[in-house]
């Protein structure tokens, strides 16, 4: 059973189709990132997933079940991409009445803000206000008031913005644990080298509409070029071949590309006929960030206003 | 409904442990009581003004048999043998606050040649005791001339004033118009103050919310209609506890400082001067006070009071939160949005003004009536027997305006809190209010 199966969901605004007919699942335990262009309709889409906006059309299924944010929401976790705490609470109050809100007894949320306020260091800062912490702290502070209630699915909106590479790790190894555990994690950002690193399975939102959708390795490999890079060990002379064409040059280190109806073995074979050392031969799979520019070029940089017909 | 008790639990304590609102609270009484004691003690240090004042009494107005009042401290002694002209320059160095010379006078022709030497301004207090007892023995005097007793003449003396006999079916009562409008316009002037002041509080607790973004993670908790009434009800319920420590400091505090200051408490004042005809005027004034005071009917002022403060505040503190919901972080925008909510609440200060003055005059009927100006005009009016008609309609328009404003105002809220860096205009207001879903 598939955590969040969505299908079909539109929601249009006068000036716009915020999100057109997006369609997808995430299974228990996957960290799924959510990538698109500013004004892509990312947010629209997760407004509606965690109850905050009502779905024009389509359906939205958790854990098996039509979606009911009066109920669901207390599985939920939500960390908008602006940050917001009360500046003047107390910071252990406002974990503890945040952790309340989701629907935790005072008992319970008292626990649970303990438990991570000492897994995060956080413990001296129970008294301190909002205000004085510094934007990374309250970051941390607001990764732990969106898990506390050990939500099924957690969705993070660049969780990683202004934390040092210290409290990133903190923050990501959590993020692991948490799928290991079995919530499903929608980890949407712009920063295409975290999605590499941290997601297993992404989906492309561009101007309301999914345009990929697929596991990280899966995606760079439809995306892929067959460009290779090859070491060898002399100046190859002629390096004229039916097989391949070069794209750049390096020394000894060239970067090419395999012809249409050719394999790789025949760039190999091409070069040990002309008897010169092969040091190194890998592929050279696209990054997602060139799949999103790619993709996403040529839509103009702000998105503009359309008329939705529906 | 369990969410939205911790969200009017979280507003309420995190207002009334604030300092500000210690200071209000506290403070504000307590500064009020004793600015009133400041007065008092004024007051009453004048009475208590001891003076030894020399006195020539050549026409014998005083020395045959003085009539002091009892609140007159000072201590008079007659000299006899010195002439005034002599005396005048030397009193001060014969231990004198004062000298007073009274020259032969006659009785049958005003008296105007009473002089009282001093090296500074007198006080006026002591100045009108003096008066006070020479214009007796000068009345005794030309009372005895005509052979009248004093009893004749209090019997002769008319001192009128009108009665004012409230006829309701019911009962009689006596009322004063000035009591009456006092309280009108006192409670009035109460409500409109607290819409203003609640009202806004009301409104940058939700910019609070919206310019911190935090909107956005408690909506992801709980519904925006809850967040909303949450803090309308929670800031309510800080209102009605700083009422209530109000009253109860303000009648503590009176009756702490009646204890030390006895003519703190009015009672005690018609017994300081018995005898002067002033203070006899002024007793009667309060009597008729207090009568006044008892015609009002407090029962039905107490619950109108409440019903039409609960009831304002509601309604103009769910338009206050919809237009805190749509301002984006800029203050002034806020105030042009919220002046045409400000303009109905002004409106009706202005009509109950003219129904303290005129309680039956159509506009003011209509004022009591109208929804968004009855809170403070028909408090205006109660005292004034309103129909029970009207006081139903009124109620009941007002609850309905309550339930469909909340209605209203929580669809622009959802909206707006969401939104942001967009100017929203009135056009687009309306238009999130009457859509549908």
Known sequence: MNRLEVKHLKKYYTSQKAVDDISFSLAPGSIFGLLGPNGAGKTTLIRMITGILFPDDGEIIFNGQPFNPDKDVAYIGYMPEEKGLYKKMKIGDQAIYLAQLKGLSKATALERVKHWFIKFEMQSWWNKKVEDLSKGMQQKLQFVTTVLNDPKLIILDEPFSGLDPVNSNLIKDEIYKLAQNGSSIIFSTHRMEQVEEICDHIILVNKGQKILDGSVNSVKQQFKENIFSIGLDSNPGNHQSEAFEVIQQKGHQLLLRIKEGYKPNDVLNHFLQQQIGINSFHEMLPSLSDIFIKLVEGTPLARQFQIASA | ?437
């Not at chain 2, 107005?61 to 003085?66: D, H, I, T, V, Y």
Request: hydrophobic share 50%; glycine share 6%; net charge positive.
């Open chain 2, 1 to 437: 409904m369990n969410k939205i008790l911790l969200i009017i639990q979280r507003e309420y304590l995190v207002r009334v442990k604030k300092k500000s609102f210690l200071f209000t609270t506290i403070g504000v009484p307590i500064l009020i009581v004793v600015f009133y004691a400041i007065m008092i003690a004024i007051g009453a240090s004048g009475g208590h003004e001891k003076n030894k004042i020399a006195v020539i009494d050549e026409a014998g107005l005083l020395s045959s048999g003085m009539e002091k009042s009892k609140s007159d401290a000072s201590e008079y002694v007659f000299i006899t043998g010195q002439q005034p002209d002599s005396l005048k320059v030397k009193y001060k160095s014969l231990g004198y606050d004062y000298f007073l010379y009274i020259p032969p006078i006659d009785i049958t022709q005003p008296v105007n040649n009473i002089q009282l030497y001093s090296q500074s301004p007198v006080a006026v207090s002591q100045k009108n005791k003096i008066e006070r007892m020479i214009d007796n023995a000068i009345e005794l005097r030309r009372l005895q001339s005509a052979n009248i007793t004093r009893e004749q003449y209090r019997s002769i003396k008319s001192n009128v004033s009108i009665d004012n006999k409230i006829l309701n079916g019911k009962e009689e009562k006596k009322g004063v118009a000035l009591v009456s409008s006092i309280v009108a316009f006192s409670c009035g002037m109460l409500i409109y103050i607290i819409m203003l002041i609640y009202g806004t509080m009301v409104m940058r607790g939700v910019m609070e919310e919206k310019i911190n973004r935090i909107a956005e993670v408690m909506v992801s908790s709980v519904k925006p209609f809850q967040l909303m009434m949450g803090k309308i009800i929670g800031i309510g319920a800080v209102g009605l506890t700083q009422f209530a420590i109000w009253i109860v400091l303000i009648l503590g505090l009176q009756m702490i400082l009646s204890a030390f200051i006895p003519s703190f408490d009015m009672s005690a004042l018609p017994q300081a001067a018995p005898g002067a005809a002033a203070v006899a005027d002024n007793t009667d004034k309060l009597a008729a006070f207090r009568a006044g005071i008892n015609s009002v009917p407090w029962g039905m002022i107490s619950f109108c009071f409440i019903f039409y403060f609960l009831g304002g505040y509601l309604l103009y503190a769910s338009m206050f939160a919809a237009i805190g919901s749509v301002v984006s972080d800029d203050q002034n925008e806020a105030q042009s949005m919220v002046f045409p909510v400000m303009m109905p609440i002004v409106l009706g200060f202005v009509i109950m003004t003219k129904a303290v003055a005129e309680p039956g005059s159509p506009l003011v009927v209509f004022g009591s009536i109208f929804p968004l100006t009855s809170p403070v005009v028909m408090v205006g009016r109660i005292m004034y027997d309103v129909p029970l008609s009207e006081l139903i309609i009124s109620m009941l328009l007002l609850v309905i305006s309550i339930i469909f404003f909340a209605w209203l105002t929580a669809k622009i809220y959802r909206t707006g809190i969401l939104m942001y860096g967009k100017k929203v205009t009135w056009k687009e207001m309306l238009r999130w209010a009457f859509r549908k879903q």
